[in-house]
């Protein structure tokens, strides 16, 4: 049986954390163009208001989960991951399974956007993971190549 990976440091998981959001600013627009260019045929206009917005927030929701997922349990890599040798794993070592994405992906939510405290967690975890991985029983570890 060989060795756990080496967990990925702190400073180069945030890195890739930035990197990421440039990807996802860019799938974010894209989506959101298929959201409105049929909503300003059928309305005659871009604004999406009333069940129109919650509809693009559900939209976005789905586009983004199905992103991450589909990286995440093909090889355990996005293209900024990749770039920064970083591996999304499950217990184990393990590749990481649809449930387990899902899982990650619907508690990355909540750890991001309350001021970050999910991702401040990994200054006090004995481990130094972030608290969606934590709770999703994941980890990202550090690869050679």
């Known amino acids: 049986m060989s060795a756990p ?8 998981r945030l890195s890739c954390l930035v990197y990421e959001g440039l990807i996802v600013l860019a ?10 260019l049929p909503l300003k045929l059928a309305t005659g206009s871009f604004a999406a208001e009333g069940w129109a917005l919650w509809l693009l927030r559900a939209w976005i929701l789905l586009v983004l989960g199905a992103y991450f997922s589909w990286f995440w349990t093909r090889g355990g890599q996005t293209l900024p991951m ?16 649809h449930r ?13 956007l309350a001021a970050g405290i999910g991702l401040a967690w990994a200054l006090v975890d004995r481990d130094r ?3 969606h991985d ?9 690869v050679e190549s």
């Open 129 to 131: 993971q972030f608290l």
């Open 82 to 97: 990749r770039t920064w040798r970083l591996r999304l794993v499950g217990p184990d070592d393990a590749a990481v399974d």
């Open 134 to 142: 934590r709770l999703a029983g994941t980890r990202l570890v550090h």
């Open 5 to 12: 990976a080496p967990s990925a440091t702190l400073l180069r």
């Open 27 to 36: 799938l974010l627009l894209l989506a959101g163009l298929a959201f409105l």
């Open 100 to 112: 387990r994405a899902l899982r990650r992906y619907l508690l990355a939510w909540p750890s991001v």
